[in-house]
Antibody, heavy 122, light 110 residues
Framework: EVQLVQSGVEVKKPGESLKISCKGS????????IGWVRQMPGKGLEWMGF????????RYSPSFQGQVTISADKSISTAYLQWSSLKASDTAMYYC???????????????WGQGTLVTVFS | QSVLTQTPSTSGTPGQRVSISCSGS????????VNWYQQLPGTAPKLLIY???QRPSGVPDRFSASKSGTSASLAISGLLSEDEADYYC???????????FGGGTKLTVL
């Protein structure tokens, strides 16, 4: 079974750093892009960026470029999303998801991790 | 403000058929296939439809989808109480060079 398992709930203070993880299993981790998606409380889904674990090629949404860092350790089939200095506005649920591209126009996320809730407050 | 436009909410009674729309532009819906995700309360999104109208294994055939030009729609027939969820359309955007989502439609089963 293809599965992505994310790290647990995080409660942080503004200014602190954080790194959350997403571990893949049931498939060849290095062959698929992994995406990160933010869902703020009561809001919709926003794509943050991708990483290709095979060579660590990384792409960011303009909205998140410079705000977060995406990385991966292919030796342990794990992707990461990190912040160097959290803000209260980073409070959200963060999902990782495997990105499949059947062709240049047919691409989708499946499966999704269970999500990591990040709460930032002073 | 989401790139793809969805009606924020809709409702139906058990057994009814409901439709959810998704509107975009030539750089996204018009040029790439559309996917639909179902997000049950308190859970992660789940792929419901990919490639405009393909159901992954395990998705009931009560769920169907179509696309015409820069608009897409998801239809749910024989509505069940367990279908109460948020539904998101998504596709690739050639201008962004990344995926974009609709704002989501909250389906209430009355």
């Amino acid at each position: 079974e293809v599965q992505l398992v994310q790290s647990g709930v995080e409660v942080k203070k503004p200014g602190e750093s954080l790194k959350i993880s997403c571990k893949g299993s049931g498939y060849i981790f290095t062959n698929y892009w992994i995406g990160w998606v933010r869902q703020m409380p009561g809001k919709g889904l926003e794509w943050m960026g991708f990483i290709y674990p095979g060579d660590s090629d990384t792409r960011y949404s303009p909205s998140f470029q410079g705000q977060v860092t995406i990385s991966a350790d292919k030796s342990i089939s794990t992707a990461y999303l990190q912040w160097s200095s959290l803000k209260a506005s980073d409070t959200a649920m963060y999902y990782c998801a495997r990105h499949t591209a059947l062709s240049g126009t047919a691409k989708w996320f499946d499966p999704w991790g269970q999500g990591t809730l990040v709460t930032v407050f002073s | 403000q989401s790139v793809l436009t969805q009606t924020p909410s809709t409702s139906g009674t058990p057994g009814q058929r409901v439709s959810i729309s998704c509107s975009g532009s030539s750089s996204n819906v018009g040029g790439n296939t559309v996917n639909w995700y179902q997000q049950l309360p308190g859970t992660a999104p789940k792929l419901l439809i990919y490639g405009d109208n393909q159901r992954p294994s395990g998705v009931p055939d009560r769920f169907s989808a179509s696309k015409s030009g820069t608009s897409a729609s998801l239809a749910i027939s024989g509505l069940l109480s367990e279908d109460e969820a948020d539904y998101y359309c998504a596709t690739w955007d050639d201008s962004l060079n990344g995926p974009v989502f609709g704002g989501g439609t909250k389906l209430t089963v009355l």
